[in-house]
């Protein structure tokens, strides 16, 4: 899992596609406002697909689970307070997850972006090591809380 991750986030190819894309929509007269919502949206449509997936899927595990664990676990999914509720963390998911990317590839300059000048700077370096250091340990979290899981349902 942490490798697909790291490959997906560094994958350089993409990297400097985008800073290409950026550029021309630029060089065309892009501002930098029109340029973050678009990645802002971007963000938040993947953020609210993955909750619709997200939902779906609860709403087609949950008999296999009440089966599983031998116990009667409800979930109100046409309750609209759990829409709202989900939905707004999905949206605000979303907006921060594209925020510090709408602004940071926003503020490149056209022509140096057009001549292939997008070098990473030393402190976004730091900020992305970290992230990936953090997802590291979220992802041993996790699987550690699904062995835990696993071992107390076969212990019931």
Same mark, same amino acid.
């Given at each position: 899992?942490?490798?697909?991750? #790291?490959?997906?986030?560094?994958?350089?190819?993409? *990297?400097?596609?985008?800073?290409?894309?950026?550029?021309?929509?630029? &060089?065309?007269?892009?501002?930098? #406002?029109? !340029?973050?919502?678009?990645?802002?949206?971007?963000? /938040?449509?993947? &953020?609210?697909?993955?909750? %619709?997936? &997200?939902?779906?899927?609860?709403? !087609?595990?949950?008999?296999?689970?009440? $089966?599983?664990?031998?116990?009667? %676990?409800?979930?109100?999914?046409?309750?609209?307070?759990?829409?709202?509720?989900? @939905?707004?963390?999905?949206?605000?998911? @979303?907006?921060?997850?594209? #925020?510090?990317?709408?602004?940071?590839?926003?503020?490149?300059? &056209?022509?140096? %972006?057009?001549? @292939?000048?997008?070098?990473?700077?030393?402190?976004? #370096?730091?900020?992305?090591?970290?992230? /990936?250091?953090?997802?590291?340990?979220?992802?041993?979290?996790?699987? /550690? @809380?699904?062995?835990? /899981? *696993?071992?107390?349902?076969?212990? $019931?």
């Amino acid at each position: 899992m942490y490798n697909i991750d #790291s490959k997906h986030q560094f994958h350089e190819p993409g *990297y400097l596609q985008r800073a290409r894309e950026i550029g021309v929509r630029k &060089a065309i007269g892009a501002t930098k #406002s029109t !340029l973050a919502r678009q990645f802002i949206g971007e963000s /938040v449509f993947t &953020a609210m697909i993955a909750f %619709v997936l &997200a939902m779906l899927l609860v709403f !087609l595990l949950l008999p296999s689970f009440n $089966i599983l664990t031998n116990k009667l %676990v409800t979930v109100y999914l046409l309750d609209p307070g759990i829409w709202l509720q989900f @939905g707004g963390l999905a949206l605000l998911t @979303g907006f921060l997850a594209g #925020s510090y990317p709408a602004f940071y590839l926003s503020s490149f300059n &056209a022509i140096s %972006v057009l001549r @292939g000048g997008t070098r990473k700077s030393a402190q976004g #370096s730091g900020l992305r090591k970290g992230l /990936v250091v953090f997802q590291f340990i979220i992802s041993i979290i996790m699987i /550690v @809380g699904t062995f835990t /899981v *696993y071992r107390q349902l076969n212990y $019931i």
